[in-house]
């Protein structure tokens, strides 16, 4: 089954979150594609927002910015509608999570902006390929999110801390890690921090804030990039009267070959 989902093309896997046939996790989908997160404001807030995004662009790479009432990503995915083409999304009113769901349309306003950032799941299939284990796609279950004491540069009404995804990596495979990370700054590239959680406030490797816990092998290095779920934290923090973005670990396949966003 898991190969038949990196088989799949990035339009089969959103008709198929289109349709609710699919409520997991989207680590290990439409191999070879771009994933992003997602967050989305009121036209209001939506400049304060690309402000905070620009000046954090290792958490917030902005990869789409949709027109005002338009639920098309025209520039990543023209065929794609951003209110039903995520498996799960979160509802949060005043900084507070109100609902998860499925489909956003009952949600849905006219002066609404959608911002689709880039993830981390998109250099995933380039660690594997070069051997390099992924243990949340080993153990199918999502990769492990934690807040930071590292503060983001605040935007307007905008500030928070850093959120990171923790990946497990045997002590040999670091270098080659960051190397092949590194190549892909649109979606969050070299980690952030390597080893000791405790040095950016994680108190608990094993009780992650987001996302869920996985095994720490003997020999393996907890490694740490910038999460995209940053914003809901800032959200948390800022407390809009409406954001809605994707459930973490649930992310929106874009058109885009990861390759697109590689550098030499």
């Known amino acids: 089954m898991q190969r038949d989902l990196e088989k799949l093309t990035p339009q089969e896997a959103r008709m198929m979150f289109r349709r609710n046939e699919w409520l997991k996790p989207t680590a290990g989908i439409a191999s070879g594609f771009t994933q992003a997160n997602l967050a989305i404001l009121k036209k209001d ?3 304060d927002f690309l402000l905070f995004c620009q000046r954090n662009p290792k958490p917030c790479p902005v990869l789409d910015v949709t027109e005002p009432g338009s639920p098309v990503p025209g520039m990543v995915a023209p065929e794609a509608d951003i209110r039903t083409d995520i498996p799960k999304y979160r509802i949060y009113r005043h900084g507070n999570l109100e609902d998860e769901v499925t489909d956003i349309k009952a949600y849905w306003e006219d002066d609404m902006v959608a911002f689709l950032l880039g993830c981390s799941f998109t250099f995933e299939f380039p660690l594997m390929k070069n051997d390099i284990p992924v243990r949340h796609i080993e153990e199918k279950c999502n990769v492990p999110m934690f807040k930071t004491i590292i503060p983001c540069i605040p935007a307007g009404r905008f500030a928070g801390p850093l959120v990171v995804s923790m990946r497990p990596i045997p002590e040999k495979d670091l270098v080659r890690t960051v190397q092949v990370t ?5 979606v969050h590239g070299a980690p952030v921090h390597i080893g000791n959680p405790a040095a950016i406030g994680i108190k608990d490797i094993f009780k992650p804030d987001f996302g869920d816990a996985v095994t720490i092998k003997e020999g393996e ?9 940053t914003p809901q934290a800032a959200a948390m923090q800022v407390r ?3 954001m809605i973005t ?7 396949i874009t058109d885009m070959k990861e390759e ?3 550098v030499l």
């Open 45 to 47: 807030l939506a400049f």
């Open 182 to 186: 590194s190549r892909f700054p649109a």
């Open 221 to 229: 290095i907890p490694v740490f990039w910038a999460c995209g779920v």
């Open 240 to 242: 809009p009267e409406l």
């Open 246 to 252: 994707h459930a973490p670990g649930y992310m929106f």
């Open 260 to 262: 697109k966003f590689g």
